[in-house]
């Protein structure tokens, strides 16, 4: 079992920028599949950024802007985001798949989910 803590989150003004952790715990993360989605109210829940092992991958709306990244030996991974936008609200979460799970940019197909974190982008 992983257990999944994102921190970070807060109020924050257009053009600003957050740093959003996930503390993974449980289960060796260094193998693992981690990204990041993010459910705006009365939306869907909706793919941020990935990191599987192999590639990063961005989804468009925030490419440019918003950065994956791990530590492995602290057993954290991270997004920055820069450049922030009303449109950005939402509450962010951390996700994880163990290794030979098929990763994808759908909620469905990761098996391990954190609370959320708030972020806030006033204009």
């Known amino acids: 079992q992983v257990q999944l803590v994102e921190s970070g989150g807060g109020l924050v003004q257009y053009g600003g920028s957050l740093r959003l952790s996930c503390a993974a715990s449980g289960r060796p993360f260094s193998n693992y599949a981690m990204g990041w989605f993010r459910q705006a109210p009365g939306k869907e829940r909706e793919f941020v950024a990935i990191?599987?092992?192999?590639?990063?991958y961005n989804a468009g709306v925030v490419k440019g802007r918003f950065t994956i990244s791990r530590d492995n030996a602290k057993n954290t991974m991270y997004l920055e985001m820069n450049s922030l936008k009303p449109e950005d609200t939402a509450v962010y979460y951390c996700?994880?798949?163990?290794?030979?799970?098929?990763?994808?940019?759908?909620?469905?197909?990761?098996?391990?989910w954190g609370q959320g974190t708030q972020v806030t982008v006033s204009s």
């Open positions: 990191w599987d092992g192999v590639g990063r």
């Open positions: 996700v994880a798949n163990p290794p030979g799970r098929t990763t994808t940019y759908r909620p469905g197909s990761w098996d391990y």
